[in-house]
């Protein structure tokens, strides 16, 4: 069986990050849930060491080499995990700018689970008022349960909040369940 293919795509432009952190305890989330049901390759993409190369141009085919790679990993991904820190109150402008590269007929139907992180709790929305307006306009298909972190969630780089943890184990059996039924369904049809 060929492997399920997880595209993380995390929307820091540092590289010291809390958003990282919540991008990581999500894919051992996603890890977790698939053992033993899915062989599961899991590709994080970095918007801090992917910007030098997405800033040379507004198109794919400008790209150089590793730009036009997470583009294609992006597409071609069976689960997208969006993350991105809160800038102004919506996606950082570097992540907007990945997915202003994603073809826009490529997600159409993919499973994406969406999460943010914040300095406070007051722009918690910005995942139902941001994110999830951003892949309905690609006619992705955003898992359900969402995730919101803010500072006050983590002890410097590590997550503190058994609430925080509680919800990332939520969105990740929602999105597990959504890769198995797809996977089931394609197996069903090619028999
Ligand atoms: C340019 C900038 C804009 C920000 N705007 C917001 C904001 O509108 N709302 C918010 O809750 N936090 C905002 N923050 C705080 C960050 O979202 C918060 O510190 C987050 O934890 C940063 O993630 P990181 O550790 O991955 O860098 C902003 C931070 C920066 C640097």
Partial sequence: MSKIRIAVVIGNPSAKSRTKVLAQAISARLADGLAGQLPVQIQTLEIANLAPALLTGGWPAELPADGAAAVRAIEAADLIVAVTPVYKGSYTGLFKHLFDLVSPDALVGRPVLLAANGGSDRHALVVDH???????????????????????????????????????????EQAVALIIQKAHAKHLLAA
Avoid: C, H, K, N
């Fill in 130 to 172: 941001q994110l999830r307006p951003l892949f309905s306009f690609f006619r992705a298909l955003t898992v359900p349960s969402s995730v919101y972190a803010a500072e006050s969630d983590f002890d410097g780089y590590t997550i503190r909040s058994p609430a925080l943890q509680a919800r990332i184990g939520e969105a990740a």
